[in-house]
């Protein structure tokens, strides 16, 4: 079908609709006179929406006041009712209730207030001594906490949160809940259930309440995750709990959302008319009396049909024909005083309800002919319609053939044919409407990363698995090669470590890759906190840990995989962390195969600068030990928290694998590491994983450790940390077997003129016990 065929069938559908249309308006013309509709007289406007009384303030800073409260005297009910706006401090300026410290954040005229309140805390030294900490107490007079709107929370894993409440001034209650759990590794985000966190309701009639957090053990058993103790009120839904909120300052001095309930007066609706108070009776106009649940007194409230605020006679007719909701009519809407009524239009009868029978008319002659055209052009429409989809389905099955073959598809699949009969799973090919569905056509709001290599969504299968897919920008025919070694590469890996290839999708203009979703992010977001707003300071046994994951996955890569593979850029961006903060090593689009007669392959240099293995760079011969170099770095990164490259820093200081081992030359080693891993019991062991850095960053590569041996004496220290009776000398024989596969050289130190063994250096360490946290 030629170009221009496919503008006129547009224009040809068009001129059908637009025939359709004159003949079914000449039929009703035909059938009945012009339909026409008197307009109702305009109703007069609304009292203005009243919710102030005149010459009163009506707002302050961004929070309305409406009657019965107000800013100054003659604009509120009674004291109770007062609202103290300070613009002195507090720009825009703040409300306050009465003349207190509690900020108001909304008030409802349906008799709600919203105010925030700090939260009770109570910290603990690592000594389990307590630092001085505070209640929360909140007076309230004659308003009431809400018991249907609010709950009681204490967060901690060694706490009981406290809340004591009285009614009218007279003792009420004592409440609470207990948090409890010894690991971090228990407390799920989002839950609050007990395990770091739990709530519970809070009674009805409280006119004040105090709420305190303590500690069982003084938090001695978990101060290294958990050192304070939470409690609060807070309106629910309002607070969502996660668990880095245990070792975070983020609850302290924190402000919570809290809802009370007011009400007027202190006697009931049939009181008040009983004693015929009808100057004390707040409820003017279209407004009828409610008595209140929670505390004492009655609310006003706008009869059925109408709105605005009951306490200044301003309850006006709502217009239910201008609001679709409120609409019930089929054909004609009549505005009435508080309600409407339906009727048909002249020449229709019946109810004028949607769900009556609604209006009908009687059948005329020319009905039938208009339906019978009208049935000839919808199925003439619908032909050509089919007739055109069909071709666009055509046309858009050839455009994904030529996308296959051209990003590689024939290639892929002589590559995975050979390897069928392997023990691996093979990779699923996807197709584009699968990937499109998974991510809302790729949304702007699925994107969690871009790069040089182009974007990762966030995508959900048809199974309901979380999957990652990387949409590469644009390629020309010498990255396909690029594009299928990565399918093939990770295709053959099959480690704990490695972020798993699901599929591919070679129908787009782009190629695309499915992995498997890591959740938190890459190790160099982690450690250089580009997505958070606390403060890094996570322990060094997780970094050793990460450290060790990922020196594990390169000696598999090197070692024990089928064929060895050369992973060519290794950096800090290419390490995932999943929610349990294991590594996932990632992005093998530069990778390469090594045969097993060779030791090295002459490659274009491709890589990372800061990570680039210098060696490389100069000949061009790419070997296993340029993986060892970028991982020196990447180790480098772990120990000092800074970035490979820092443009922004003196030049000595620019490139950290230099500034690091110009520090180790100078016996300066302590003002490169991060001060928040530096502790009296584990220097020895920073001065060793130091070492091995320096190690791994020689300038020739044959100078340099295998992955295996750097990975070998990780794990070593590793179990060490895992283990604190290595330190017990009656045991140095299970010792040395614990880390008998790690020879002399490899952990011994270099320079300094200590001739000690990295083994002593090893056993003299003062061991942490921690989780491997897994």
Not at 7 to 33: C, F, G, R
Not at 426 to 447: G, P, S
């Amino acid at each position: 079908m030629t170009m221009s065929k496919q503008k006129v069938l547009p224009q040809l559908v068009i001129l059908i609709i637009i025939i359709i249309e004159v003949l079914l308006a000449a039929a009703t013309s035909a059938q009945t006179p012009q339909l026409t509709t008197s307009p109702l007289p305009s109703p007069p406007p609304p009292p203005g929406q009243i919710e102030v009384k005149p010459g009163c303030q009506d707002k302050c800073g961004n929070v309305s006041i409406p009657y019965p409260f107000g800013t100054k005297e003659g604009c509120y009910l009674n004291e109770d009712f007062l609202i103290t706006c300070n613009s002195t401090h507090h720009d825009p300026p703040k409300p306050f209730l009465r003349k207190s410290n509690m900020i108001v954040t909304n008030i409802s005229v349906d008799g709600k207030l919203y105010i925030t309140q700090y939260t009770a805390v109570q910290c603990y030294e690592k000594s389990g001594r307590p630092i001085p900490g505070f209640t929360n107490s909140v007076t309230l007079s004659k308003f009431f906490i809400s018991n249907t709107d609010n709950v009681f929370v204490a967060v901690g894993c060694d706490t009981h949160g406290y809340i004591t409440g009285d009614k009218n001034g007279n003792y009420g209650y004592t409440g609470g809940c207990t948090t409890v759990c010894g690991s971090k590794d228990y407390v799920a985000n989002g839950s609050c259930t007990g395990i770091g966190c739990c709530q519970t309701p809070i009674a009805q009639g409280m006119t004040s309440f105090e709420v305190s957090a303590t500690s069982f053990k003084n938090h001695s058993s978990v101060y290294s995750f958990n050192p304070c103790s939470f409690s609060f009120v807070v309106q629910g839904g309002k607070f969502n709990f996660f668990s880095n909120m245990l070792w975070s300052d983020y609850l302290i001095n924190t402000q919570l959302p809290v809802v009370l309930d007011w009400s007027v007066g202190n006697e009931t609706c049939a009181n008040v008319f009983e004693k015929k108070q009808v100057p004390n009776y707040t409820c003017q106009g279209n407004a009828t009396c409610h008595d209140v649940e929670n505390g004492s007194g009655y609310r006003c409230k706008c009869n059925e049909g109408y709105q605005g605020n009951p306490y200044l006679n301003d309850c006006y007719d709502i217009d239910e024909c201008e609001v679709p909701e409120l609409n019930t009519c089929k054909q004609k809407c009549i505005n009435t005083e508080g309600n409407h009524t339906c009727s048909c239009h002249k020449g229709y009868h019946g109810d004028g309800r949607k769900d009556g029978q609604g209006c009908t008319r009687d059948p005329n002659f020319v009905i039938p002919i208009v339906v019978g055209i009208g049935v000839g052009v919808v199925s003439l429409l619908m032909c050509i319609s089919w007739l055109y989809l069909g071709y666009k389905r055509w046309k858009l099955m050839k455009l994904k053939e030529k996308f296959f073959k051209r990003n590689g598809g024939i290639m892929l699949q002589q590559q995975l044919s050979e390897r069928r009969g392997s023990s691996h799973e093979t990779v699923k090919i996807f197709t584009t409407r699968e990937l499109e569905k998974a991510t809302k056509n790729y949304h702007e709001t699925r994107i969690i990363g871009k790069g040089g290599f182009g974007t990762v969504y966030k995508g959900i299968l048809a199974d309901g698995r979380v999957v990652a897919i990387k949409k590469s920008k644009m390629v020309d025919q010498n990255q396909i090669e690029q594009f299928i070694n990565e399918v093939v590469v990770l295709s053959q890996i099959n480690h704990r470590n490695v972020v798993k290839l699901l599929g591919c999708c070679l129908e787009n203009e782009v190629p695309l890759l499915v992995y498997e979703f890591v959740a938190h992010g890459t190790l160099f977001e982690y450690i250089h906190n580009t997505t958070k707003s606390s403060k890094f300071n996570a322990p060094w046994e997780i970094r050793l840990r990460i450290a060790a994951e990922t020196a594990g996955v390169l000696s598999y890569l090197h070692s024990a995989a089928s064929v060895p593979i050369i992973h060519r850029d290794i950096k800090s961006t290419n390490v995932l962390l999943d929610e349990n903060l294991t590594a996932k090593v990632s992005d093998f689009g530069a990778s390469r195969l090594v045969p097993m007669d060779k030791a090295q392959l002459s490659t274009m240099v491709q890589g990372t600068l800061g990570y680039l293995d210098p060696e490389y760079l100069q000949t061009s011969q790419l070997t296993e030990k340029s993986d060892v170099y970028s991982f020196g770095v990447l180790l480098v990164e772990l120990l000092a928290r800074k970035k490979a490259l820092s443009f922004d820093k003196p030049e000595e200081e620019r490139n950290l694998a230099m500034y690091f081992l110009s520090a180790l030359k100078d016996d300066r080693l302590l003002q490169v590491l991060d001060e928040c891993i530096v502790t009296e019991g584990n220097i020895e062991q920073l001065k060793e994983v130091s070492n091995l850095a320096k190690r791994c960053l020689r300038v020739k590569g044959e100078e340099r450790p295998t992955m295996k041996e750097v990975a070998m004496t990780l794990e070593g220290l590793r179990r060490m940390v895992m283990h604190p009776w290595v330190n017990d000398e009656s045991i140095s024989e299970e010792t040395e077997h614990l880390i008998g596969e790690i020879s002399m050289e490899t952990i011994s130190y270099e320079g300094g003129g200590d001739s000690s063994s990295g083994y002593h250096t090893m056993r003299n360490h003062v061991v942490l016990p921690v989780g491997d946290g897994r």
